[in-house]
Structure formats: C-alpha cells, structure tokens
C-alpha cells in the first residue's frame, strides 16, 4: 500500500479505513492497523511515498496486481502504464464520490 497523505477530517465521510481518532496520521499506517484487525493473518507493506513516474516501477516490483485507489487521473494513467509495461493485472478500486 502505497500512499503519502495523512488522513484528514475531510476523509472521514468516504474513506472507511480511517477514524476520528487517525487525523493526521499517515494515512497508510491507519490502513494498515485497520486492516491487521480485520486479518491479522494478511502481511502488509505500508510506503508513504507520492507514486511517479520516476518511482512507480520499484513500488510496483514483486506485486502480483495493482489496485488502483487514487483520488486523481494523473497518477493512475502513472498505474496503469506500469501494470501495463509489466504485465501486470490492473483493478480500479476507487468509486466517484465515496
């Protein structure tokens, strides 16, 4: 999981992985707290970087897929282009306004 943001108020209504309590934490490390309880079986690598050109393909080494999950079309065109280049399978996972 890849994300350089800290979870803001404005997240709260949309974003169900953080809470009240996570504002201004980074927003990958409240995710991945979230999700270990659901799972604690899952293993989770959480980054806080900007995904870019220049980096995306080393954040994208060794995955088997990419979830797109961006709030922002020139990142994921960034995603795709490395799922593409690399074979891999690309899945959108943000929904318009949720």
């Given at each position: 999981?890849?994300?350089?943001?800290?979870?803001?108020?404005?997240?709260?209504?949309?974003?169900?992985l953080h809470w009240e309590e996570d504002v201004?934490?980074?927003?990958?490390?409240?995710?991945?707290?979230?999700l270990g309880r659901l799972n604690p079986a899952?293993?989770?690598?959480?980054?806080?970087?900007?995904?870019?050109?220049?980096?995306v393909s080393g954040l994208a080494r060794g995955?088997?897929?990419?979830?797109?999950?961006?709030?922002?079309?020139?990142?994921?065109?960034?995603?795709?282009?490395?799922?593409?280049?690399?074979?891999?399978?690309?899945?959108?996972?943000?929904?318009?306004?949720?």
């Open positions: 999981m890849v994300d350089h943001d800290h979870v803001a108020l404005s997240n709260l209504n949309r974003q169900v201004g934490r980074k927003k990958v490390e409240s995710a991945r707290a979230k899952v293993e989770i690598e959480a980054i806080a970087e900007t995904i870019t050109e220049d980096n995955c088997d897929v990419i979830v797109d999950a961006m709030d922002n079309l020139p990142t994921r065109y960034v995603l795709n282009r490395c799922a593409f280049e690399n074979g891999l399978p690309f899945f959108h996972g943000a929904v318009k306004r949720f």
